[in-house]
């Protein structure tokens, strides 16, 4: 249903555009007036009312879909947080940070350990 809403929406939002980019602005008027042609597809002003007429029709239609997309998003069931998606549990420590040994520190640490040191280059 949304997708359907979505798609009238784009249509006539594009349609709009193009009858207005379609329509005279009103000084258009004014050269016809000194001996310039006018468009007489619709009639003398019938172009005119016809474009606004549709014009009306499709901002209504924009509106509408505008409005109905709006209340269906609104519907929806989904969290409207981020925070509301975080689960309550607090958070357990992972236990403690290993202490990074010093220069010195390192000989001792691998000396006692029960790993093997690694083999050292033969010296010829």
Same mark, same amino acid.
């Given at each position: 249903m949304a997708s359907v809403l979505i798609v009238i929406h784009v249509l006539t939002a $594009?349609?709009?555009i193009a009858l207005v980019l379609m329509q005279q602005?009103?000084?258009a008027d004014m050269g016809a007036a000194f001996g310039g042609g006018s468009q007489t597809?619709?009639?003398a002003r019938?172009?005119?009312n016809f474009?606004?007429?549709i014009t009306g029709l499709l901002a209504t239609v924009f509106f509408v879909t505008s409005l109905t997309?709006?209340?269906l998003h609104g519907q929806s069931t989904q969290p409207q947080s981020v925070t509301d998606q975080v689960s309550e549990q607090p958070v357990q420590?992972?236990?403690e940070v290993p202490? $990074?040994?010093v220069k010195g520190e390192a000989e001792q640490a691998t000396q006692q350990s029960d790993v093997p040191a690694p083999p050292q280059p033969a010296s010829e």
């Open positions: $594009v349609a709009i602005g009103k000084g597809l619709f009639g019938g172009s005119a474009l606004s007429r997309l709006a209340y420590p992972q236990g202490q $990074v040994p």
